[in-house]
């Protein structure tokens, strides 16, 4: 959710490539960015006026075959429904936390594949769950989106690097990392769901976004999955970028984004769409 789509557009334009075009999704202005080689890849928008101030924030989505009944499971495993499910364009949407506090969308309606797929520079690329409990957050997400009902050859969660890894047709997708306090001052350590955008060159990036007026929250290093760094944009949403070649020089891939219950999307303002305010989807 950006408070300021211009400006928005402008930062992750210069900084990814982006380029935009206007969408009837939401209910305030929204558009759809698109990478350099013309995928869609997040959903940005600025909610229409209520009088309440919304904090900026990239929001994760999951796709489900019915948005009702995947709220239900949520409220049923200790989560909270704030919003929805609801019409939102196309499809239906809502808006929930886990029983630790970290926001998520869930997204019923029609996705592509080109959201998710091998790494290419602004594509989102890896989502993590920073959280209390990794191994509770993985059983609630589970139960949720019934990631064992779908097997283990479509989906298969491990335990690696330290962290719970979910794989959807073989490829990581996400990550659930254990440590996270709902009462830290930082919000990079509260629980809360992260997004990662590809990028070719991570130092160059972050000291790019520098210019451009956003800040680094966490300098580029190297990790078992590549070299990554984490951002914040000019008006505080945060979100972090990824080597285009993974550990090792290798390009590695993320998970294909499909309409079954629990695959991961962006946001209809974010990944599947994501937005900035989210990334079928996740946005900002």
Request: aromatic residues 10%.
């Amino acid at each position: 959710m950006a408070t300021d789509l211009d400006r928005a557009q402008t930062f992750y334009g210069d900084l990814f490539g982006w380029h935009f075009r206007p969408s009837r999704h939401g209910h305030g202005r929204y558009t759809i960015a698109f990478t350099q080689d013309g995928a869609p890849t997040v959903g940005m928008g600025v909610p229409a006026a209520t009088g309440v101030t919304l904090p900026v924030t990239w929001t994760t989505y999951f796709a489900a075959d019915s948005a009702d009944e995947i709220a239900w499971r949520a409220r049923e495993r200790g989560g909270t429904v704030a919003v929805g499910p609801l019409e939102f364009g196309s499809g239906r949407v809502a808006w929930a936390a886990d029983p630790d506090g970290a926001v998520f969308g869930i997204w019923e309606g029609e996705l592509t594949s080109a959201w998710w797929g091998e790494r290419r520079p602004g594509a989102p690329v890896w989502l993590e769950l920073r959280t209390r409990d990794a191994f509770e957050a993985a059983l609630f997400y589970g139960h949720v989106f019934g990631w064992d009902a779908q097997g283990q050859d479509r989906c298969d969660v491990r335990f690696e690097h330290d962290r719970v890894v979910l794989h959807i047709d073989g490829k990581a997708v996400a990550g659930l990392l254990g440590g996270a306090l709902e009462a830290a001052p930082d919000p990079n350590v509260r629980p809360r769901w992260h997004i990662y955008f590809c990028v070719d060159d991570v130092d160059r990036v972050a000291t790019q976004a520098t210019t451009l007026g956003g800040g680094i929250i966490s300098a580029p290093a190297d990790t078992p999955y590549g070299r990554i760094a984490a951002l914040r944009d000019p008006e505080g949403g945060l979100f972090s970028i990824a080597a285009a070649m993974g550990a090792g020089g290798q390009a590695e891939t993320a998970g294909d984004t499909e309409s079954s219950a629990g695959d991961v999307a962006g946001d209809p303002a974010g990944a599947g769409l994501g937005d900035a305010d989210s990334a079928a989807l996740g946005d900002s």
